[in-house]
């Protein structure tokens, strides 16, 4: 097996996820290139990499989303590899594809990878073919006419989603017959605006259910790994906002299932990297269905380093290298509980408002269990033109309670001024008495915040 020992790696994104790539390189000892928009010249990332490329004006058309000046940038700085981050074009199979015609690596899954497991009416199949558990669903609809015969062959309430893509965009709840016609008609148009493709499918809608997922990794070596488990029910619409790693409600036995079906699809299709199986647990029926595969590093991922101590972003460079993974799947343990808030600049108070501007004050928590991945300052401004988030809030604790009371104590001790965010939320979330009997599902936030917020 080839190793590939690079030296030089570009960074493809921006934010927190670019500090935390350039940390790992570092640890690594790798050499970072950041590629940043005119708006990012300042950031924190810019500060720490080694050196930094400008790639176009801040809006992401124009620069986080041009592959070809990434390319350009790769080359001309001598970058022999390239890390996507996440979003952007990290699950675009074109970005492998055009890294390996000129000689780049991609730090991530193989182009084939991306864009089976992009395809959800693909991926649904393959499921469905291995024996894992899928929603009752449609196949593929493109016209009102067939959502309308699906729809009456599924019954309501149903969740329109997109075939390719991801995000919650284009996703609606059918709830009866009469909403059909524009839910269809306004999620077709809104997944043909963010992905280029407007292909939809129907699934039966679960009310009472809980978001969770299994990371797995592979490498050019034929090993495949799970590392645990994590809960990412707290959404708003359709968006993560609290994740916690393991998910404490489920038995032995169904992780067991759990671990054993994300697997089975990620060993099907001979994965390579780190990715994310997603999965939908009925607590009604307690029976589990595949959601969909992300096929890149989850914003997410810490509270899996924080439970196993394996750092996700070195293995995945160690994976791109040629190398094999260090454990076998006996050598990888849960300790404790994980907490993660993902911080942004919005106004609860106001329907979630994005708020951009000046940081003015930025005092964070400290502790030998809090960590915070963030690219932010005092001083620092945050603009419109980028998704809202300005830090990854991680607690862990000894038990699932320990871990709400640490976070809660973070929280109080995070004091950020010139800009409104999350956090007094959070607070409201950590001191709910449901939520710290964890009796939540994905509807949760919305039903206990609502309609105020």
């Given amino acids: 097996m080839d190793i ?13 996820i670019a500090l935390r790539i350039i940390r790992a390189c570092q640890e690594l000892d790798l050499e970072t290139i950041l590629a940043v928009s005119e708006a990012d010249r300042n950031s924190l990332p810019a500060r720490m990499a080694n050196r930094t490329i400008c790639i176009g004006p801040p809006k992401p058309m124009q620069s986080y989303l041009q592959l070809e000046t990434l390319i350009c940038a790769a080359l001309g700085t001598g970058a022999e590899a390239i890390h996507p981050g996440y979003g952007f074009l990290a699950e675009q199979p074109e970005f492998p594809e055009i890294c390996e015609k000129y000689g780049l690596v991609f730090i991530g899954p193989k182009a084939e990878h991306i864009r089976k497991m992009g395809d959800k009416i693909w991926a649904r199949q393959m499921a469905r073919d291995l024996g894992v558990p899928v929603i009752p669903g449609s196949k593929q609809i493109g016209t009102l006419a067939e959502a309308e015969e699906s729809a009456e062959q599924l019954g309501y309430p149903l969740l329109m989603k997109a075939a390719a893509g991801g995000g919650g965009r284009g996703m609606k709840l059918v709830r009866q017959a009469n909403d059909l016609k524009s839910c269809f008609m306004e999620a077709a148009a809104e997944v043909r605006a963010a992905f280029g493709d407007d ?4 699934e039966h809608y679960i009310s009472d259910a809980r978001h969770v997922e299994v990371q797995v990794m592979g490498d050019r070596w034929g090993n495949l790994l799970h590392f645990f488990e994590r809960d990412c029910s707290l959404q708003r619409r359709h968006q993560k906002m609290v994740e916690e790693a393991p998910c404490r409600v489920l038995t032995p036995e169904i992780q067991k299932g759990l671990f054993s079906a994300a697997l089975t699809l990620a060993r099907q299709i001979q994965y390579l990297n780190a990715g994310t199986i997603e999965f939908i647990w009925d607590q009604g029926l307690k029976k589990f269905y595949f959601l969909e595969m992300n096929t890149r590093i989850q914003v997410e991922h810490p509270v899996t380093e924080m439970i196993t101590g394996v750092d996700l972003v ?21 300790d404790g509980h994980a907490i993660e808030c993902r911080i942004t600049a919005e106004s609860p108070e106001n329907g979630f408002r994005p708020c951009p501007g000046e940081i003015r004050e930025w005092k964070t928590p400290a502790g030998s269990n809090i960590r915070l ?19 990854k809030l991680i607690v862990k604790g000894p038990s699932r309670s320990e871990a709400i009371n640490g976070m809660d104590g973070a929280l109080a001790e995070f004091h950020v001024s010139g800009i409104d965010t999350t956090i007094p939320f959070y607070q409201k979330i950590m001191k709910n008495d449901q939520y710290r009997r964890w009796e939540i599902n994905t509807n949760w936030i ?6 105020a917020q």
């Fill in 4 to 16: 590939k020992d690079f030296s030089r790696v570009l960074i493809a994104n921006r934010g927190e």
């Fill in 199 to 202: 292909r939809l499918f129907m």
């Fill in 314 to 334: 070195k293995e995945q460079i160690r994976i791109a290298q040629g190398r094999e993974i260090p454990y076998t799947q006996d050598e990888i343990s849960s």
């Fill in 373 to 391: 991945d963030t690219h932010c300052y005092a001083g620092y401004s945050v603009t419109p033109h980028y998704d809202s988030l300005l830090a």
């Fill in 446 to 451: 919305e039903n206990t915040f609502s309609p």
